[in-house]
């Protein structure tokens, strides 16, 4: 996807700086944070659907969301914290609308794979997709978005207990699912 080059004033500004400038309607200010933000949302989302074109759908609702009710933001540096939920909620409704869940692939991913990072990054995509959808969706926001326990129940609305819980269980899953690569580290 081609990115359209920062605005040369907007590019040095402050991420607060250019969020308040959004919310008083600056359209080109938006456009900034989108520039900014839209490949970590996007990555975000892909880990949660295992689709690129899913993800990059959802993505775009957020943002689309996140324009119309910027003026709602509470605080400029609140930004990405509100941005990452407004995604979420995107894919916890898509899921539930759609009833969507991604099945394993036929393979196990424990047997006969290739030692490359592509391949342990396929593992884990499909080993990710076997989770329940909040399971999954508190899994990637631990380990993938470095999200504290605290912070996931509070932008998910999920309660704490069921949070670690989540997390606890999934991990297990997945060390189980990815037993292969457990004794390897990276050098």
């Known amino acids: 996807m081609n990115r359209p080059p920062p605005s040369s004033k907007l590019g040095a500004a ?3 700086t250019v969020v308040a400038l959004a919310m008083n309607g600056d359209d080109t200010a938006y456009g900034e944070l989108v520039r900014r933000r839209q490949d970590a949302i996007r990555h975000l989302l ?26 709602t933001l509470k605080s400029p540096a609140a930004f990405g914290a509100w941005l990452r939920k407004l995604a979420v909620n995107c894919w ?21 794979h290739a030692s490359s990072r592509v391949t342990e990054r396929l593992d884990l995509d499909a080993a990710l997709a076997t989770l329940p959808p909040h399971a999954r969706l508190c899994v990637v926001l631990a380990y993938s978005e470095g999200m504290s326990h605290a912070e996931i129940s509070e932008s ?5 207990g069921t949070v670690k819980s989540h997390i606890a269980r999934g991990a297990a899953h997945l060390r189980e ?11």
């Open 177 to 187: 699912l990815l037993c292969d690569y457990g004794g390897r580290h990276d050098e």
């Open 92 to 112: 916890l409704q898509h899921a539930r609308i759609k009833k969507h869940e991604v099945a394993l692939a036929d393979e196990a991913p424990c047997e006969g």
């Open 156 to 160: 998910t609305a999920i309660p704490l």
């Open 46 to 71: 892909r880990r949660l659907t295992r689709d690129p074109a899913l993800a990059d759908d959802l993505a775009q609702q957020a943002f689309v969301l996140a324009w119309k009710s910027i003026r």
């Open 14 to 16: 402050s991420e607060v």
